[in-house]
Structure formats: structure tokens, C-alpha cells
């Protein structure tokens, strides 16, 4: 049955292990020297509607080294949709390919066309969820404390990276808070189904505004930028309200000693997290960009393994 990547919501708790321990074994393989080729003879087509670094050259590298053929859309084509329907774009590329990793703006965009191709369809980001993102920080969580159970605390926008986070940690058990300022939270509905299934997972799931309340006990400190992409004009009204929200050393304090700190990047260096932050031996943001091409890798695996 064809599975698409959407949003960590529609797997199982025990799916989402299997992708974290496989991430981690593809990435002890490749330390190895050995790769796998499970793409070989396969093709994917990369659609990006905004800007990206690390999602699209994990996922390049990720089909290469899978044996794959990684081709990007041409950004000449516009926006998806806009030079012919999404649904004729899914009827054209499901003849030829095997896999589509689609970034845009509205996620109903992304969930029509997975739900019209009849190959596997994976978001990589939308204004609404980063799955993918979310697997990586899941596999340095792995990698820095085990099976523990841990508490993270996410402070700034309650945006795309902040609700797939929420996912993650119901889906492993983990205690989430996310400290926003006012105005800027998740989704009251949103949270309020992700309490519910926290209450099946034995995680607690707390939204607050108060940064010293949400940080007490936390083991990780999580940031992302205040305008997300396609928010720019709002960015200097942005920066005056977050100001409070900046992660740096004092905030960190508040936290657990030892407390981790990642970001998913790109970073606004000086705004939501200091320089003294990010490049502090607690930071592991940039291994986490590392875990991106291992994420992926698993998960492209975990897609086409279910899709004979
Ligand atoms: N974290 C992340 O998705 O980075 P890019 O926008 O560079 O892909
Ligand atoms: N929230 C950010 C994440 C970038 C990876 C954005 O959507 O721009």
C-alpha cells in the first residue's frame, strides 16, 4: 500500500522508532564505507517553492546515495499549480517516478497531491509541518540520551518546526512545552489533540507564554527563526515582540544544567538564539543537520519498502 510523508501524526509510535533506529544504523553503515541501493533504478522529483540548504542537499545526496536519480523541478515552471493543476502535475510525474519531496507554502497543496499520485509523497515543509526535520532532531535526541525520557521545552514561534516537534515528542513519549509569546501559539485545536494522544503516550504536553515557568526541568531548549518563510514583511514587527524570546546564555540557565540546545536552521544569529549559544559545546544544531541526510535516507526507505 502506497504510504505517503506527510505528517509525523499519521504514523504510529512504533513507525516512528523504526525510522529514528534506522536513521541511526544508515548512519553507522556510512561510516562504514557501506551504502545501500534501494533507489537503484528509481527516480525522485524535488519540488521546492521556497528557499532551502540543507532539506534539499540531504535529499539529493540521500537518492544518490541510495543508488537514485534525484531531479529538481524547474523553478522556471512557477509555483505548483500555477502553470497547470496540481492534479495534472500528479498524473504526469506518477507515469515516470517513484517518489516526489515537495516544500510549499500550503499543506492542503501537498496532502491533494499525495492524495491524487499513486507514488509516495513526502512534505519537505510546509507553513503548517516539517516532518522531516522533526525525525532528525528525533535521531540526535537518540543519539545524546538514549531511552531516557526527557522534557523539551521549544521557545519562540509556535509555527511549522514547533508543531512537528510536538508530534515527535507525543509520538516518543517525551514532555513538551512550547513558551510563545502571546498571539503567536499553536493552535488551541491542534493542542488540544495532541494533549489527548499524549495522555495515551505518557507525555505532557504544556503551552505557556511564561519563558521561566516552561523552561524549569527542560533537557532541551529548542529555537527557530521568528519570521518563518513568507513572513518577511513581518520580521521587524517580529523582532520587537520575541525580543524576550531570544535564547541566549542567561535563558539557557533557566533550563536543566547540562540542558541541550538545538535549532533547526537557518539561524538569525543575534535575534532568536546568540552566537554564544549556537556554537556552545551544548549546541547541537549543526549535528543535527548532519541526522537530516540519515533522516531522510530512512525515511525514502521506509516509504519505498511499503510501495512494491
Ligand atoms: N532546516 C531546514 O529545513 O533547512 P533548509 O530550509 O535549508 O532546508
Ligand atoms: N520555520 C522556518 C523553518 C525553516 C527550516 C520556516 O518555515 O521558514
Excluded at 533557566?254 to 537557518?266: D, E, G, R
Amino acid at each position: 500500500m502506497k504510504r505517503d510523508f506527510l505528517t509525523l501524526s499519521d504514523f504510529s509510535s512504533e513507525e516512528i522508532r523504526e525510522i529514528v533506529d534506522l536513521s541511526l544504523n544508515l548512519k553507522k553503515e556510512r561510516a562504514a564505507g557501506k551504502l545501500r541501493d534501494e533507489m537503484c533504478g528509481k527516480t525522485a522529483v524535488l519540488i521546492f517553492d521556497k528557499p532551502s540548504l540543507r532539506t534539499k542537499i540531504t535529499f539529493q545526496t540521500a537518492i544518490y546515495e541510495l543508488g537514485g536519480n534525484a531531479l529538481d523541478m524547474p523553478s522556471s515552471n512557477g509555483k505548483l499549480g500555477e502553470r497547470e493543476s496540481v492534479y495534472d502535475i500528479a498524473k504526469n510525474l506518477e507515469r515516470w517516478v517513484h517518489l516526489l519531496v515537495v516544500r510549499t507554502f500550503d499543506d492542503n497543496v501537498v496532502c491533494e497531491l499525495a492524495k491524487i499520485a499513486k507514488i509516495p509523497v513526502i512534505n519537505a515543509l510546509t507553513d503548517k509541518f516539517h516532518p522531516c526535520q522533526s525525525i532528525a532532531f528525533g535521531v540526535t535526541l537518540k543519539e545524546k540520551f538514549g531511552d531516557k525520557k526527557i522534557k523539551v521545552a521549544f521557545v519562540g514561534d509556535g509555527n511549522n518546526v514547533c508543531a512537528s516537534h510536538l508530534h515527535y515528542c507525543v509520538k516518543a513519549g517525551y514532555d513538551f512545552t512550547a513558551i510563545t509569546p502571546k498571539g503567536f501559539g499553536l493552535d488551541a485545536q491542534f493542542v488540544e489533540n495532541g494533549k489527548k494522544e499524549a495522555a495515551l503516550s505518557g507525555s505532557k504536553i504544556t503551552v505557556t507564554e511564561n519563558i521561566d515557568e516552561g523552561l524549569k526541568n527542560a533537557d532541551v531548549i529548542y529555537t527557530d527563526v521568528w519570521a518563518s518563510m513568507g513572513q518577511e514583511s513581518q520580521a521587524q514587527k517580529r523582532k520587537e515582540i520575541f525580543s524576550s524570546y531570544q535564547v541566549n546564555e542567561n535563558l539557557m540557565k533557566k533550563a536543566n544544567a547540562n540542558a541541550m540546545f538545538s535549532h533547526c536552521l537557518p539561524a538569525h544569529r543575534g535575534d532568536e538564539v546568540t552566537d554564544g549559544v549556537l556554537d556552545a559545546k551544548y549546541s547541537v544544531a549543526f549535528d543535527e543537520a548532519e541526522n537530516r541526510l540519515h533522516a531522510h535516507k530512512a525515511i525514502i526507505m521506509y516509504l519505498l519498502r511499503r510501495f512494491q
